[in-house]
């Protein structure tokens, strides 16, 4: 059986207020010709079709042509919801979606309602899938209950939590069949790429990679933009983002992975470039310098601009001009003095943060961070809804 697995689409997201909506629909494009091309039997896409919880028409109109494109290659779908996606909205398509070949996990389900699935390609037998979309601090609370495990106690920690999920999801898997799990998830060890979401790319977020038994095939992992394949019982791999995203991502390759399952034998796995997403790159100098080596840069290429100059009115304005391609124009004196003065503060958490400011002002309650805690989940529930 062949297997495409692709992620983090984020349609919809803006690059210092730039639409990236044709680079989405080519490089979605991109991938529905390689699943034609070589003959996909299963897609997994984990998560994060949207960059946000409430799209617009035209990015709605971009994932679902390319969802159609797939299923006219072929190929049957299965999409879990990623912490960027609304699971109401994919709910609310999901009978539609699914009078095609498209299999959506808008939420967790218990294995006999949804949350394991066996699908049956067109040309390759059937697989198992174990699907779990993206489980905030307080839905995996709900979530443990559902799943009917030891739930009861109170303090089990998140990881303990997915652990016991996983496990119930994974508890009857058959023997000698192609087993598979779709999460979007923080799999402990995965290095970020620089344009997640802070607030669920910390530890309080994460899940052992050990959670994951060896029955399994092949683990389909969303949510960290950056390609990397897990130590683990099998294999388990983030396939990252299809495009960059982030100034972050500018030395990530993208690309998509090709899986070879067989019942009894080892997942092959293939890494697959797209190439049809513009190229993030930084350039630094003095005003002449960057503008030379602005026209020695791929055309191709979205430009951060640092300027080795004083600042004066009207420098980013005139940057621009000379290079269009700039979205973004700062001073290098800047960025040097965030390196000097900020770098504690780089990749940390907003609750790690809260605890550091209450550190420093003496408010030692541990009450005020978890009520912090509790306020930042609201803020996420109600940014999916």
């Not at 990679?209 to 950056?226: D, E, I, K």
């Not at 840069?297 to 080795?308: F, I, S, T």
Request: aromatic fraction near 4%.
């Amino acid at each position: 059986m062949r297997i495409l697995h692709t992620a983090d689409w984020h349609v919809g997201k803006t690059l210092r207020g730039r639409s990236r909506a044709t680079e989405h629909r080519e490089v979605l494009g991109e991938i529905v010709a390689l699943t034609a091309a070589r003959r996909v039997d299963l897609v997994l896409i984990a998560g994060d079709l949207f960059d946000s919880a409430a799209p617009t028409p035209e990015a709605e109109k971009i994932v679902y042509d390319a969802l159609i494109g797939l299923a006219a290659a072929g190929a049957e779908i299965a999409i879990v919801a990623g912490n960027h996606d609304s699971p109401h909205r994919l709910e609310a398509v999901r009978p539609l979606l699914e009078l095609t070949s498209v299999h959506t996990a808008p939420t967790l389900m218990r294995p006999e309602d949804g949350g394991v699935r066996r699908i049956s390609t067109r040309r390759a037998g059937t697989a198992t899938l174990a699907l779990l979309p993206f489980l905030s601090q307080r839905a995996i609370v709900r979530a443990d209950d559902l799943m009917a495990t030891s739930a009861a106690e109170h303090a089990a920690s998140y990881a303990d939590r997915a652990r016991r999920i996983i496990a119930a999801l994974c508890a009857e898997l058959p023997v000698g069949g192609v087993n598979l799990l779709v999460a979007h998830a923080m799999v402990s060890g995965g290095v970020l790429g620089g344009g997640e979401r802070s607030a669920h790319t910390v530890f309080e977020y994460s899940m052992p990679a050990t959670a994951f038994p060896a029955a399994l095939h092949y683990v389909a992992l969303g949510h960290l933009h950056r390609a990397q394949n897990l130590p683990g019982a099998c294999p388990i791999w983030y396939c990252g983002s299809p495009l960059q995203l982030d100034f972050g991502e500018v030395a990530d390759p993208k690309g998509v992975n090709l899986i070879e399952a067989e019942p009894g034998k080892p997942a092959r796995v293939e890494t697959v470039p797209l190439t049809r997403g513009r190229r993030l790159s930084t350039l630094r100098g003095t005003v002449e310098q960057v503008v030379a080596a602005a026209g020695a840069a791929a055309a191709a290429d979205y430009l951060r601009v640092e300027v080795d100059a004083p600042y004066e009115a009207g420098l980013a304005e005139r940057v621009r001009a000379a290079i269009p391609a700039a979205v973004e124009v700062r001073l290098a004196s800047h960025r040097a003095r965030d390196e000097r003065v900020r770098p504690q503060l780089a990749g940390r958490s907003p609750q790690e943060l809260f605890r550091a400011y209450l550190a420093q002002t003496g408010e030692g309650d541990e009450r005020l961070s978890r009520l912090f805690a509790e306020l930042l989940e609201e803020v996420d529930a109600a940014a999916a809804t």
